[in-house]
């Protein structure tokens, strides 16, 4: 890497940031298009965001990317805000203009949309109800997502059941919202069953779910990407379903911010997974 004065920047906002996959991937595409750029890790406490970004503006930074536990306040930092944005009230991705504008949008659902695309063949949400686990910023993402690309009924369950009825009524649409307890049941006809929560992560108890009820042809999702494989995705394999994990998304969702800060809309090949399917395994070897 040659870093000089025509080096473009980037990096990902977050707190912690240690954990996040952007910096490999983007890295990895700037020396793949041989691009002047680099993009870094930049650890910013909830209480420093607003400076960190002013900083970012005032250092000619082309733009970041924003993770947990930052993407709602990075959306109340923005001057101007996309649709994307709008819609889930976060930002994941801001694009910092010469003249100090900050614009946010939010990939996320994008990513999750584009993934399913990839990884599942004949995967249209049209096709028939979505189960969405999980009631946080993601499955507010994801059910937006789902809701824009045509689904025609979305159950929301999540263990705490007030959230999902609360952001089941925000979102409006074909949203259904369900207790912990009717898991299970939601499952009956569905055609798409996507995780949203962070059980089955590392560190974090597996989700425990009979995947029995889902009729053969639905597609099972896990955003969670650490680990790659988890219980969830084994027990739709073992079932002989199609099982996307959660790599694709976080892959899809990083495209519209690399294009916008280095010129170059970049593909998310068989290479760029393994080059960040690896990291990920060695970081599990090491844990
Ligand atoms: P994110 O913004 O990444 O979606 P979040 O807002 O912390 O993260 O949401 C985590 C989700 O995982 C929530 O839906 C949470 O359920 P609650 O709303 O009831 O807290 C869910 N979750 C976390 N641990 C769980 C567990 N042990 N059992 C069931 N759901 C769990």
């Not at 994941?92 to 584009?114: H, K, M, P, Q, R």
């Not at 059941?161 to 649409?173: C, D, F």
């Not at 939601?186 to 059980?199: I, K």
């Not at 995947?211 to 002989?240: F, H, Q």
Request: glycine share 12%.
């Amino acid at each position: 890497m040659n870093i000089d004065g025509e080096t473009r920047l980037a990096g990902v906002l977050g707190w912690p940031v240690g954990h996040s996959r952007s910096p490999r991937l983007h890295n990895y595409w700037l020396e793949h298009y041989r691009i002047n750029g680099a993009y870094l890790p930049l650890p910013v406490r909830p209480e420093h965001l607003a400076e960190a970004v002013k900083g970012l503006v005032r250092l000619g930074f082309a733009g970041a990317n924003v993770t947990v536990p930052h993407k709602e306040a990075a959306f109340a930092l923005c001057d101007t805000v996309d649709d994307s944005a709008k819609k889930t009230g976060a930002a994941n991705t801001l694009v910092l203009s010469a003249a100090g504008e900050i614009s946010g949008s939010n990939t996320d659902g994008y990513g999750f949309i584009e993934a399913l695309r990839a990884g599942a063949r004949g995967f249209d949400a049209r096709n028939g109800p979505a189960v969405v686990l999980g009631a946080g910023g993601s499955a507010r993402a994801v059910v937006q997502a789902l809701i824009d690309a045509g689904a025609p009924e979305i159950r929301l369950v999540n263990r705490t059941a007030a959230r999902a009825e609360r952001l089941a009524g925000a979102l409006g649409g074909p949203v259904k919202s369900l207790g912990w307890s009717g898991a299970a049941r939601s499952l009956a006809g569905a055609a798409l069953l996507v995780n949203t929560t962070s059980l089955g992560m590392k560190g974090q108890p597996p989700l425990d779910l009979d995947l029995t009820p889902l009729p053969a042809g639905a597609i099972v999702n896990d955003i969670v990407y650490s680990p790659l494989e988890t219980a969830l995705l084994r027990a739709a394999r073992r079932r002989g379903l199609a099982a996307v994990d959660g790599l694709g998304m976080l892959l899809h969702q990083a495209r519209a911010g690399f294009k916008a800060w280095f010129g170059r809309d970049p593909e998310v090949t068989e290479a760029l997974r393994r080059h960040v399917a690896a990291d990920l395994l060695a970081e599990m070897e090491r844990a």
